[in-house]
């Protein structure tokens, strides 16, 4: 098939398409005959009117009449020029013989099978019928369309498997996904469908990491890093209290905490290099208890940091210090969420945009981020936070501020 004829096809397709997700909602098959054309004018289709030489414009008419002959397709002739001279226009006769005539899956068909494939789903998990909506008003959330159908049950497979009663609070990735796909790095290929299905559909996480770690699927497990008068006991029955400058130690290794008084507060911060600087003295002696959150805070770590502040005093402040970005603001929501669940409050520390000095801007605040970081800001009442956002629209890397302490 001509490269020109080609593109006309596919173009009449696109638009027959447009015209079935402007049906009912519950209509599922194709549009109307004869509901869509294509002008073949200088405005909507310009590669007919530039063809190189009659042989080539020759070639491309056989091409759409054998489109026509095939059912697919009405040609209007130009009758000024001639019969069989020049096109004025084509238009869907039947828009599922047109996409069998370019070997194509029409939107309406994909769709189809897409809400069957995911109907059971969709009863139990509002983004999965979320999606299906979206995916029948020809959206493309995420960039998820239904031709990634398969990508979007497999990221299902892998949220199942998490939420199984005895799944293990962390899991690496590449031995979960052999476990189930028996492919190493077919988890990876999966962040924006799991992304998407957790609700995240606003905007998304900076890294698969981060995706995945909301999750307690990690690369490699990460030791929690920690600093500060505290005492922990081991699930091995032994007890230790933090040496200086820091420790690293497995969540799971952590049976319980002993919190020395007085303690002035405890710090969560995002990036191990803030956490260093801390804990080797950057910004003064560490008069409460700092620990670093390795990338999404999973549930192996939220466990552990409801378990510290289990052993803390009530009047304890808590504060989160990341990223000044949507991926910093979640985390920090996550981590406010388990305080709020033992009826305590978490403050951000240094995370107000208007509010960091001379450090150098990182980059644009995408408009839907900003707008998910002010919602979370309001939503957990960091009132200065949410205001300094109202006017500031760049982001903030946590290594680019001057270490300090609350």
Not at 269 to 288: C, D, I, P, S
Not at 291 to 303: D, K, Y
């Amino acid at each position: 098939m001509t490269e020109v004829a080609r593109a006309a096809l596919e173009k009449l397709l696109e638009r027959s398409e447009r015209a079935w997700t402007r049906l009912e909602l519950t209509a599922q098959a194709q549009p109307p005959d004869g509901a869509t054309a294509l002008a073949f004018t200088a405005a909507s289709f310009p590669q007919y009117l530039h063809l190189p030489s009659n042989t080539a414009k020759e070639e491309t008419h056989a091409e759409l009449r054998a489109a026509e002959r095939a059912g697919a397709i009405e040609i209007e002739w130009d009758r000024m020029a001639g019969e069989g001279v020049q096109i004025r226009a084509i238009r869907s006769r039947d828009g599922g013989a047109l996409a069998r005539h370019l070997a194509l899956t029409p939107l309406w068909q994909s769709w189809a099978d897409a809400r069957t494939a995911l109907e059971p789903s969709a009863a139990r998990w509002p983004s999965v019928a979320r999606l299906l909506e979206a995916w029948r008003s020809g959206k493309k959330p995420r960039g998820l369309t239904p031709d990634r159908l398969s990508d979007v049950l497999d990221a299902i497979r892998v949220i199942e498997a998490r939420e199984r009663p005895n799944a293990p609070a962390e899991v690496q990735m590449r031995r979960l996904s052999v476990q189930l796909f028996g492919e190493s790095k077919r988890i990876e290929a999966l962040k924006a469908p799991l992304d998407y299905l957790v609700g995240n559909d606003d905007d998304g996480w900076e890294h698969i990491d981060e995706v995945l770690g909301s999750f307690g699927i990690v690369r490699n497990p990460q030791p929690v890093l920690m600093c500060g008068s505290v005492e922990v006991r081991l699930t091995e029955g032994s007890a230790l209290r933090l040496p200086a400058p820091y420790l690293g130690l497995p969540s799971k290794a952590v049976e319980a905490f002993r919190v020395e008084a007085p303690c002035a507060y405890i710090l969560t911060v995002e990036n191990a290099t803030t956490f260093h600087e801390l804990a080797l003295g950057a910004a003064g002696a560490v008069r409460g208890i700092v620990l670093q959150s390795p990338g999404v805070p999973g549930p192996s770590f939220r466990s552990l940091y409801r378990r510290l502040l289990d052993a803390a005093e009530a009047s304890t402040p808590l504060f989160h210090w990341g990223d000044i970005d949507g991926a910093g603001f979640r985390i920090a929501a996550l981590l406010a969420e388990e305080a709020k669940s033992l009826g305590r409050r978490l403050s951000l520390f240094c995370m107000d945009p208007t509010n960091v000095g001379d450090a150098p801007q990182w980059r644009e605040l995408l408009a839907a981020e900003r707008s998910l970081m002010v919602r979370l800001a309001k939503q957990h009442g960091w009132t200065e936070e949410a205001q300094g956002l109202a006017s500031s629209h760049v982001a903030y890397e946590q290594e680019a501020l001057t270490p300090r302490l609350p």
